[in-house]
Nanobody, 119 residues
Framework: QVQLVESGGGLVQPGGSLRLSCAASGSIFSGNPMYWYRQAPGKERELVADITSGGSTNYADSVKGRFTISRDNAKNTVYLQMNSLKPEDTAVYYC?????????????WGQGTQVTVSS
């Protein structure tokens, strides 16, 4: 069974930092890209960052230079280091994974972790 378990959210002041973690079952983590999405109240879920199995990364323009995605393949864990946080970063952050089995794409989501940036 595929599982994605996020942790590390919380309340932080503007300008502060948080590090999110997502522990994935090995069957989905190994050899697959991993993603972080977020969804703010009243808004659509948006892609924040992604990382390939080889470590190549991409970021949303709104977080470039502030957020860093990384992965530890030995621990089946993906991280999102968030620095210089802004109130507009407030959202539920979701870990996401995809994989192809034959011709079918399977998509998996974690339960989400709340990040609130407020003074």
């Amino acid at each position: 069974q595929v599982q994605l378990v996020e942790s590390g959210g919380g309340l932080v002041q503007p300008g502060g930092s948080l590090r999110l973690s997502c522990a994935a079952s090995g069957s989905i983590f190994s050899g697959n890209p991993m993603y972080w999405y977020r969804q703010a109240p009243g808004k659509e879920r948006e892609l924040v960052a992604d990382i390939t199995s080889g470590g190549s990364t991409n970021y949303a323009d709104s977080v470039k230079g502030r957020f860093t995605i990384s992965r530890d393949n030995a621990k089946n864990t993906v991280y999102l280091q968030m620095n210089s946080l802004k109130p507009e970063d407030t959202a539920v952050y979701y870990c996401h994974a995809e994989r192809w089995i034959l011709s079918t794409k399977y998509r998996y989501w974690g339960q989400g972790t709340q990040v609130t940036v407020s003074s």
